[in-house]
């Protein structure tokens, strides 16, 4: 092949491994540094970005999402202060260039796969044992770093900044484990698990373990059924979008939250109190949603948002959004269903419902490192699903 047709493919597996080599680094010290270090990548490969048909549905819905709430912008209470705060310009940006960084997994060469492959694994063994050296040691490594850049922070929020690499760790362990076999495999299960599990406890971090448990049984049901395991995570993905105030109301009513509310730390009741207020005003305006960002301006029922996703794109976008929603997640856990059992697609549907746990207790959906997080977690996942895969099942794949 003339040299001319490789570069591009070079080029676009060093800007993904660069991509690789930061991650240990932002995962550790700052996550806030993915947003711009995914544009970046998406930036620099934006030359390489290929639409396949079968994206078409789901890309359709991501501009669906977008022009609306854009749109919603103008009836939304809340009022920017400054251009940092535009949220639909800034989401116009982050869909295209998070878009180009996960569709150069797709231009990467075949013959440099198996190199960006061990990479993932490196840095996601790294990432764990970061963590681990933090969780016993209360965070000195953070905050000796700290120290050296001639800043001061609280303990309490060196850990919390520490503890933000769990999620990113836990959204890149099952594509790591994927990228690698045999007894390999084995090592770097054990070692990204206690790398999950020790620093959650240590830390007091709920989430890792919820969404670490929800992956592993995502997984098996891909793996026991590899073409209707996905396809019912499509089918309740998207029910769960569609459906989100409904269940929520239905739970309330029933008197549910004050149940379990005795056996929840301070965290989760805020939450729940979040959720009763989001339920509250998503069935006060339900079709048009209150505008993008609505729900900062509702405290102090409500603290810059609800913490779950399906909840604050109701809330905000009303009827049009929880449709997209529910069409961009069908989309993605459909497109996973294969005819033998593949670690990589089991792999790839564990990382798409952690990051679905997290978007349902912990974080708000526009937030762009979230939003890069989750195209990050994405490159990864086709990385390995790109890979040879490995049939389970003893047959010809």
Not at 22 to 29: I, K, M, Q, R
Not at 59 to 88: K, M, N, Y
Not at 93 to 99: D, I, P, S
Not at 185 to 193: K, Q, S
Request: with cysteine.
């Amino acid at each position: 092949m003339p040299a001319a047709q490789t570069s591009p493919g070079r080029w676009t597996a060093g800007v993904i491994a660069g991509l690789l080599v930061l991650t240990p680094l932002l995962g550790w010290a700052g996550s806030l540094g993915f947003a711009p270090a995914v544009a970046l990548a998406g930036l620099l490969t934006a030359l390489s970005v290929r639409i396949r048909t079968e994206d078409r549905a789901l890309l359709l819905a991501l501009f669906t999402a977008l022009v609306w709430a854009c749109a919603s912008a103008f009836w939304s209470p809340w009022r920017p202060a400054d251009l940092d705060e535009q949220t639909g310009l800034k989401l116009v940006f982050m869909l295209a260039l998070y878009g180009c960084a996960v569709s150069a997994a797709r231009a990467v060469p075949e013959a440099r796969l198996p190199r960006l492959l061990s990479g993932l694994a490196t840095v996601a063994g790294v990432l764990a044992l970061l963590l681990l050296f933090e969780a016993l040691t209360s965070a000195a490594g953070y905050k000796v770093l700290l120290g050296l850049i001639g800043q001061a922070v609280r303990p309490d929020y060196a850990i919390k900044n520490v503890a933000q690499g769990l999620y990113v760790l836990t959204l890149l362990a099952p594509p790591a484990l994927a990228a690698v076999s045999g007894r390999t495999r084995w090592i770097l299960g054990l070692v990204l698990g206690a790398g999950i599990i020790g620093p959650a406890l240590v830390f007091g971090y709920d989430a890792p373990l919820l969404a670490l448990a929800c992956a592993i049984l995502a997984a098996g049901l891909v793996l026991g059924l590899p073409s209707l395991g996905p396809r019912l995570l499509a089918g309740l993905s998207a029910g769960g979008f569609l459906l989100a105030p409904v269940l929520a109301k239905g739970a309330f009513a029933l008197g549910l939250d004050e149940r379990i509310a005795p056996l929840l730390s301070e965290s989760w009741l805020q939450r729940l109190g979040y959720w009763g207020k989001a339920v509250d005003w998503i069935w006060a305006r339900p079709l048009p949603g209150w505008g993008l960002d609505a729900s900062r301006a509702f405290g102090p029922g409500i603290q810059l948002h609800p913490h779950n996703a399906p909840l604050q794109i109701w809330m905000e976008l009303g009827l049009i959004g929880a449709v997209a929603a529910a069409i961009v997640w069908a989309s993605i856990f459909s497109g996973l269903s294969r005819p033998v059992r593949t670690p990589a697609a089991a792999a790839a549907t564990a990382t798409a419902v952690a990051y679905l746990i997290f978007g349902a207790v912990s974080f708000g959906v526009w937030q762009e490192w979230w939003l890069a997080l989750g195209a990050l977690s994405a490159l990864a996942c086709i990385l390995v699903l790109r890979a040879r895969p490995i049939d389970l099942s003893g047959r010809s794949v």
